[in-house]
């Protein structure tokens, strides 16, 4: 007598691609913390100057609105990107995948529109210290500086060459946190800073650890 035939040995399908990369979101909540944070750090107190303590948030009064947009783009930034990010992060709030990519797109947008006059700025100082008479020491720190705001740009750039919408705005959040993070070090090497510009820098150095988390790994299979 023959042996009975043997029923076909159960098998557990993989996972599908949008499942593992799924497990990989958590780095959005990184830079969504690092986003919080310099939000926090904006009513803060910074550099000590003339034995005053200088306030973003009183600043930005002082000058009706002009510190924001200018020496203020890292506050800016994380003004506007934070309610984004929020729905990028946590994307079950939104139901529908257009809704998503929306989102998405905006923060891109957004990213790129703020660092491009950011570098322009960080520029104009060069050229004055460049021909300069004798040259300010401390010219050589925003050199460098300028040349991470520069770089971070660029490579925000190159990021829209992904065909993924999420990796582009991954590029372009991981360019802000980094530029942000070059501006305020300079500050911290010309002293008297204070609690809230280590925060502020605390801050943008979460907000580019979470975007390349969310970038690298979330290549497709």
């Not at 990213?111 to 040259?135: D, N, Q």
């Not at 925000?156 to 305020?184: H, P, Q, T």
């Not at 070090?185 to 979470?210: Q, R």
Request: proline content about 10%.
């Amino acid at each position: 007598m023959s042996d009975p035939p043997q029923p076909p040995p159960l098998l557990i399908p993989a996972p599908p691609p949008a499942a593992r990369r799924e497990r990989l979101r958590w780095g959005r909540f990184v830079s969504l913390t690092g986003l919080l944070m310099l939000c926090v750090s904006f009513f803060l107190p910074h550099i000590r100057t003339c034995g005053s303590p200088d306030v973003p948030v009183d600043m930005t009064v002082d000058s009706d609105g002009t510190f924001l947009v200018t020496v203020g783009l890292p506050f800016l930034a994380a003004i506007v990107l934070l309610p984004l990010y929020t729905f990028h992060a946590a994307r079950w709030l939104l139901r529908t995948p257009r809704a998503r990519k929306t989102v998405a797109v905006a923060i891109c947008v957004i990213c790129l529109v703020l660092l491009v006059p950011g570098s322009l700025l960080m520029m104009i100082p060069v050229a004055s210290w460049v021909t300069s008479t004798p040259p300010d020491p401390d010219g050589w720190v925003w050199l460098g500086c300028t040349a991470v705001v520069v770089g971070a740009t660029l490579l925000a750039f190159a990021g829209l060459l992904s065909r993924s919408i999420d990796r582009k705005a991954a590029a372009g959040v991981f360019g802000v946190g980094v530029a942000s993070l070059a501006f305020f070090s300079f500050w911290l090497w010309g002293g008297n800073a204070m609690y809230g510009l280590w925060l502020s820098c605390a801050a943008c150095f979460l907000i580019a650890l979470g975007a390349a988390i969310d970038w690298f790994p979330s290549r497709p299979p």
